[in-house]
């Protein structure tokens, strides 16, 4: 993916109003420690050189952790530049949960897993769906619903998201 690809993402996560961080790998760690509000819980991620393990996380929560925590961190292996929009996969490390509970996402995608458009996507998502892999939340933006009036966040999801863009290569973003 281009810088360009992860400027659109950025653009369309702004939108949204969803912060977002482009980070190298070596500064993955101290950067979302400075972004996760404690308590928190997170999930593995699903990235070879990229944990949360070292980080103020809890990993595997409890149910009562799931409820008191503020932040929930979460991998995704799918962005959608033009939406903004990122996929949670719904494995028995908890992702769907840590993802949904606390009233605050943050979630991490790496540049070379974000799609252009939806057509992209629809190509990812079948080769997901070959390979057994059928549960994911697509998820944009914070949550909200406008179905009693005005709008209101955190409904039936976080009120706030981040995502954090890990960069495959170094680029200039001039």
């Known amino acids: 993916m281009s810088a360009g690809s992860v400027r659109?993402?950025?653009q369309?996560?702004?939108r949204l109003d969803t912060a977002s961080t482009v980070v190298s790998p070596d500064e993955f760690e101290t950067e979302l420690e400075g972004i996760i509000e404690t308590p928190a819980v997170g999930a593995d991620l699903s990235f070879d050189?990229?944990?949360v393990s070292n980080l103020p996380v809890s990993?595997?929560?409890?149910?009562?952790?799931l409820r008191e925590a503020v932040t929930g961190v979460t991998g995704s292996r799918m962005g959608i530049a033009s939406l903004g929009t990122v996929a949670v996969e719904s494995r028995s490390t908890g992702d769907e949960f840590v993802a949904l509970y606390p009233e605050f996402h943050v979630v991490?995608?790496?540049e070379s897993d974000?799609?252009?458009d939806l057509?992209?996507?629809?190509?990812?998502?079948?080769d997901e769906f070959e390979a057994g892999r059928r549960s994911l939340?697509?998820?944009?933006g914070p949550s909200s619903t406008g179905d009693m009036g005005a709008l209101v966040r955190g409904v039936h999801g976080p009120e706030r998201v981040h995502v954090v863009i890990v960069r495959d290569d170094e680029w200039n973003d001039e």
């Open 114 to 116: 974000i799609r252009a």
């Open 8 to 10: 659109k993402f950025q």
């Open 12 to 14: 369309s996560l702004a």
């Open 49 to 51: 050189d990229l944990t």
């Open 137 to 140: 939340i697509l998820a944009t």
């Open 59 to 65: 990993l595997e929560p409890s149910p009562s952790q």
């Open 108 to 110: 991490v995608v790496r």
């Open 119 to 126: 057509s992209d996507a629809f190509a990812w998502l079948r």
